[in-house]
């Protein structure tokens, strides 16, 4: 069964930083787009970030997270900056079908998610 596993998540204060981490088992994804998603309380899972071809980052996020991808490891990180109390969800990584970020392509593989808190 695959497994994507995400670590990193944790308690930071407004302004500080986290890496998220998203490893990957019983197969690869060097071909496939990978994204980070987010949950906040009350509200719908949302796409913040993918990488596949081309970076993609919602505008909240934009110029203070940063998607990387390390396939000899098979695994996938979000680094986190600058963050604010909005920031506070559960982070969830994802595998797509297709090769390329194509927004509202449903993933065919989900991490089971971590929570980020930011305290103001």
């Known amino acids: 069964q695959v497994q994507l596993v995400e670590s990193g998540g944790g308690l930071v204060q407004a302004g500080g930083s986290l890496r998220l981490s998203c490893a990957a088992s019983r197969r690869t994804f060097t071909n496939n787009a990978m994204g980070w998603f987010r949950q906040v309380e009350r509200a719908s899972v949302a796409l913040i970030s993918g990488s596949g071809g081309s970076t993609y980052y919602t505008d909240s996020v934009k110029g203070r997270f940063t998607i990387s991808r390390d396939n000899s490891k098979n695994t996938v990180y979000l680094q986190m900056t600058s963050l604010k109390p909005e920031d506070t969800a559960v982070y969830y990584c994802?595998?797509?079908?297709?090769?390329?970020?194509?927004?509202?392509?449903?993933?065919?593989?989900w991490g089971q998610g971590t929570q980020v808190t930011v305290s103001s």
């Open positions: 994802a595998a797509f079908p297709s090769s390329r970020v194509i927004p509202g392509e449903r993933p065919n593989y």
